[in-house]
């Protein structure tokens, strides 16, 4: 079946480390996003790519890193200068030839502890 | 640039009642509009999305919306709810495929027996 995993589902994480949240797709979707969701804050946009090797930041990219090496994969680093990381991420593709909409991931909660 | 006003952040109502979501939105252009939700700890599912054809869109589980130009408006509504329909819903629009969506903060359903 196609579709996107995120991985791991829960991530603890100590202060002035840096984590990497996996995001893998088999959907063949050119667009892939990071959003990071807090309560009653809604998706706040963190990263996205359009195409291999060209990603854009978002909203709130201080303190996040990504890269795009396969149309397949786009992880997302949080890095030590990311002071409130707590938070659940959500990963999304985006099968630009149709009707612009997204698939998302199940999502990584990721703690501070 | 883009934003999305839902009205509400949390709303409860009977089973069997009306259900009505509101959300309003700005944009420069037409836009595509989008309503997902969101079960705890889950990703996002797509409910319905309009983009250009016909103002009155239905969607997945008896949803349904409307697009009003006039109002700027795309509430989402179903005639009578069930304790299942229990989630968050986010309204969304983006002015084209290239630019990312932006989310509304959400509004939490409750459905009460």
């Known amino acids: 079946d196609g579709g996107i995993t995120q991985s791991p589902k829960y991530l603890f994480r100590k202060e002035g480390q840096n984590v990497t949240l996996s995001c893998e797709q088999n959907?063949?979707?050119?667009?892939m996003y990071w959003y990071r969701q807090d309560p009653g804050q809604g998706l706040r946009l963190i990263y996205y790519?359009?195409?291999?090797?060209?990603?854009q930041k978002g909203d709130i990219a201080e303190g996040y890193s990504v890269s795009r090496e396969k149309k397949e994969s786009f992880p997302l680093t949080v890095t030590s200068a990311q002071k409130n990381p707590t938070a659940f991420y959500l990963c999304?593709?985006?099968?630009?030839?149709?009707?612009?909409?997204?698939?998302f991931g199940s999502g990584t909660r990721l703690t501070v502890v | 640039a883009q934003s999305v006003t839902q009205l509400g952040s949390h709303v409860s109502v009977s089973e069997g009642a009306l259900v009505l979501l509101r959300c309003n939105y700005s944009s420069s252009v037409p836009p595509y509009l989008f309503w997902y939700v969101q079960y705890p700890n889950q990703g996002l599912q797509l409910l319905l999305k309009y983009t250009s054809a016909a103002t009155l869109v239905k969607g997945i589980n008896g949803f349904e919306a409307e697009f009003k130009k006039s109002e700027t408006s795309f509430h989402l509504t179903k005639p009578s709810a069930h304790m299942s329909d229990a989630a968050e819903y986010f309204c969304a629009v983006t002015p084209s495929g290239n630019t990312p969506l932006v989310f509304g903060k959400g509004t939490r359903l409750s459905v009460i027996a």
């Open positions: 999304a593709t985006q099968n630009r030839g149709t009707y612009y909409g997204y698939t």
């Open positions: 790519s359009q195409i291999v090797n060209d990603f």
């Open positions: 959907l063949n979707h050119d667009a």
